[in-house]
């Protein structure tokens, strides 16, 4: 796990080096500056909250503890649909300080939609708008989407999987069944469909 995560990471420098626009430099460089999280303080986060971080999230972060405010370098999106949303990667610090105020609480999508509503969301995930077990990690700038990790899923889900909170229509969607299927999503998408890395 921990190899295939290096691999997909490497890959991500090599493709941030050749896309990033000449006004992204600077971020570029503090991303590349930036540390891992330490083993400690990402146990001390799964005590806080009791869950189970997946090993190639944990693999990730103990390489580099997010990607810094506004500099976007996951890009996940449908080719069919050509939609590469940008997200940046929150720090540990920077998830725990949006879960006191983003999915702390738990509002099922029955308080808000219709049973027809209801019937077209991903089989993967549980019928909620908001959930306790959902943990952002990722966010476009100025916050209207966040990519999840999702610790309670669906009988036909994964523990772990990533989903999506999109704003206005308020909903969720399904993703990936893991971190390093998103990373190969985003990869293949900045190497195929992506020419150049703007703000």
């Known amino acids: 796990m921990k190899s295939t995560i290096c ?7 090599e493709l941030l080096e050749d896309k990033v626009s000449e006004d992204l430099k600077d971020l570029h460089r503090s991303y590349k500056l930036g540390k ?10 799964e005590k806080k909250f009791g869950v ?9 972060y103990g390489l580099k503890d ?6 976007h370098i996951l890009y996940p999106g449908d080719e069919l649909d050509e939609e590469f949303t940008p997200f940046y990667l929150m ?25 027809e509503e209801i019937s077209k969301l991903d089989p993967e995930i549980k019928p909620f708008l908001f959930h306790k077990q959902w943990f952002p990690f990722a966010s476009m700038a100025g916050g209207s989407l ?11 889900g994964d523990y772990g999987q990533v989903i999506v909170y999109v704003h206005d229509p308020d909903f969720i969607y ?12 985003s990869n293949h998408n900045l190497k195929t469909n992506i020419e150049e890395i703007e703000y």
């Not at 189970?52 to 990730?60: A, H, V």
């Not at 540990?92 to 300080?97: A, G, S």
């Not at 949006?98 to 049973?115: G, H, I, P, V, W």
């Not at 990936?176 to 299927?181: N, Q, Y």
């Open 91 to 115: 720090s540990l610090e920077e998830m725990e300080e949006t879960k006191s105020y983003f999915c702390e609480r738990d509002e099922r999508l029955d308080e808000y939609y219709s049973k």
């Open 174 to 185: 399904y993703v990936a069944k893991s971190f390093t299927e998103l990373l190969k999503e």
């Open 52 to 60: 189970k971080l997946p090993d190639d999230f944990r693999g990730f």
């Open 146 to 156: 966040y990519l999840m990790l999702d610790f309670d899923p669906a009988e036909s």
């Open 36 to 45: 891992g999280a330490s083993e400690e303080s990402l146990d001390q986060f």
């Open 7 to 13: 691999d997909l990471m490497a890959e991500l420098d």
């Open 66 to 71: 997010g990607s810094g405010y506004a500099f």
